[in-house]
């Protein structure tokens, strides 16, 4: 938090702006997103801070908030350099809901439970094959090892209309998908697993 901006006024609602050491997206991980949650939470607990309203972006976060005659900066002791988070961000940004605190204080979101489950999305998977490209039959996707879990690979067009779609069971490295009915274009795949995408690249069909 910035060392430069105070609050000067003790009461009412102040919105507040919290930012991660050279912008890094250290929040992209739910195992980070956690540490801060709990920080709030105690804060909330501890400090007699009341916050309204937040949303944890990828690498900074927003808060409304406000605090029985201390101002929220000091109710949170908010530091440089305060907390060293066990990991780095290596995945891309997910889409993730505003995080609910769910704690006894009164706050606007306070009767939330929130449950942290400790899950870890899976890592990316690095050259994934699609071939031939340009295809106009049929096209092969093959993966560079076999994945321990089912994946799905899926064929979209512009407008994110999914065209193909094929599941590689867990072990199967290939599968050849048919372009049956699939107009002339440049399409847009992905590989997922459990609905998270690991791998995307795109395809080009030409006259069958």
């Known amino acids: 938090m910035s060392k430069k901006y105070k ?26 997103r956690d540490i801060l949650v709990d920080c709030l939470k105690w804060c909330q607990e501890n400090k007699e801070l009341h916050i309204c309203a937040y949303v944890i972006m990828t690498n900074h976060l927003h808060m409304v908030a406000y605090t029985d005659g201390i101002p929220p900066g000091l109710a949170c002791n908010f530091v440089q350099h305060g907390i060293e988070l066990p990991c780095s961000a290596n995945y891309s940004i997910p889409n993730f809901p505003n995080y609910r605190l769910g704690t006894g ?15 870890v999305p899976p890592p990316p998977v690095q050259g994934v094959r699609v071939w031939p490209n340009p295809a106009s039959v049929n096209v092969t996707v093959s993966l560079p090892v076999p994945l321990p879990q089912p994946a799905t690979w899926s064929l979209c067009d512009a407008l994110g209309r999914q065209v193909a779609r ?3 069971s867990a072990g199967q490295r290939e599968v050849e998908v048919g ?13 997922s697993i459990e609905g998270r995408q690991v791998g995307s690249g795109k395809l080009v069909i030409s006259n069958h």
């Open 7 to 32: 609050f000067l006024e003790a009461t009412g609602l102040h919105f507040v702006t919290a930012t991660t050491v050279g912008w890094v997206d250290l929040f992209t991980r739910k195992p980070n």
């Open 105 to 119: 204080q009164p706050v606007c979101d306070s009767s939330i439970v929130y449950v942290s489950s400790g899950e």
């Open 166 to 168: 094929a599941v590689l």
């Open 179 to 191: 372009l049956a009915g699939v107009p002339p274009g440049l399409f847009f795949w992905q590989v």
